[in-house]
């Protein structure tokens, strides 16, 4: 079989050992790579290119940064196939309709029960015992169209959206060439979604991250693995003073029940009381202050031991 002439998509570096497995693989010729564009970022609001034209750089492909796809022409018409990972805008029917084999999504999650943005976070804050990525055709819709192949992988119970992220994306770097080749050799049939399966799941909003303390522990601790790294878990002193709370645990302490949210320490170590037992905080960081450990918040803070963190 010739080479696949292809198109990518993609902005986000999820999509990058995927992209790296198709140009290994010999299978393809990229033709261009298209990707969102340039965005300021950090505290100096410096333009900065997104991870995935990068990695284009690297690779010496055409590279082209629409603002929108709706004017946008393709640079090539005649086209076997588009490949589309974390691109961040909806792909017009006009190109969906201009590859031979069509245009092929991966996602995050397995359809068709999250559908949207925040899919891998939502694995993590319902407490998902497995995960995995969808390698699917696309439609006009989002995240509707019919799934080619579903490789999973587990859910633990340390794992961030970060981590999770990670490990999904080199499962996408590992299953989709085949996939994609045993589709267009007629092996892989797509097989139509069970849309009364679906949820949609926004994108992430900063006041997502904030702590209720009334919750269970259980849920606390998936909230705050949930937001990581963006928005990041947070909560209130008594002053309104925001600490930002990365990571915790569950604590199996012989103590009676206490007001949730109250703050206390007990042999060095920090704990926070939620409505049905207590986590154990082990990093935070203070409003305009750089992250610490427990143990030097406890030793440095001790005005705001025995105080009850707000909702």
């Known amino acids: 079989m010739s080479k696949l002439k292809t198109i990518l998509f993609g902005t986000a570096a999820f999509g990058i050992p995927a992209f790296q497995s198709i140009l290994d693989s010999g299978k393809f010729e990229i033709v261009a790579a298209i990707t969102q564009p340039d965005k300021p970022a950090g505290r100096k609001k410096e333009l900065t290119p997104p991870p995935f034209k990068l990695f284009a750089q690297s690779k010496q492909l055409k590279i082209y940064q629409p603002n929108s796809l709706k004017e946008f022409e393709l640079p090539e018409k005649d086209i076997d196939l588009i490949i589309v990972i ?11 309709d201009m590859p031979k084999y069509g245009c092929i999504n991966v996602h995050g999650s397995l359809l068709p029960k999250y559908r949207g943005a925040a899919c891998v976070s939502a694995a993590i804050l319902n407490g998902d015992k497995e995960s995995g990525v969808t390698i699917m055709l696309m439609d006009e819709k989002l ?13 633990t119970d340390i794992d961030t959206t970060t981590t999770l992220s990670n490990r999904l994306s080199q499962l996408a770097g590992e299953t989709i060439v085949q996939s994609v080749l045993e589709y267009i050799d007629g092996k892989l049939t797509p097989e139509q979604q069970d ?27 998936r909230k705050i693995r949930a937001m990581q790294p963006w928005p990041g878990a947070y909560t209130f002193t008594h002053d309104k003073k925001i600490i930002k709370i990365p990571q915790v645990k569950i604590a199996h302490l012989p103590i009676a029940t206490s007001t949730p949210g109250k703050l206390f320490e007990e042999n060095g170590k920090l704990f926070v009381a939620c409505s049905d037992g207590v986590l154990q905080i082990e990093s935070l960081q203070i409003q305009g202050k750089k992250q610490m450990i427990a143990r030097d918040f406890v030793n440095g803070n001790r005005n705001l031991l025995n105080t009850v963190l707000m909702n």
Do not use: C, F, R
């Not at 974390?86 to 969906?96: C, H, T």
């Not at 995240?143 to 859910?155: A, E, N, R, Y």
């Open 143 to 155: 995240d509707t169209g019919p799934i080619i192949s579903q490789s999973k992988l587990p859910v």
């Open 195 to 221: 849309n009364s399966l679906s949820s949609y799941v926004p994108e992430l909003k900063k006041e997502d991250g904030k702590i209720n303390w009334s919750n269970k522990t259980i849920d606390v601790d």
């Open 86 to 96: 974390a691109y961040g805008q909806i792909i017009p029917k006009k190109i969906l």
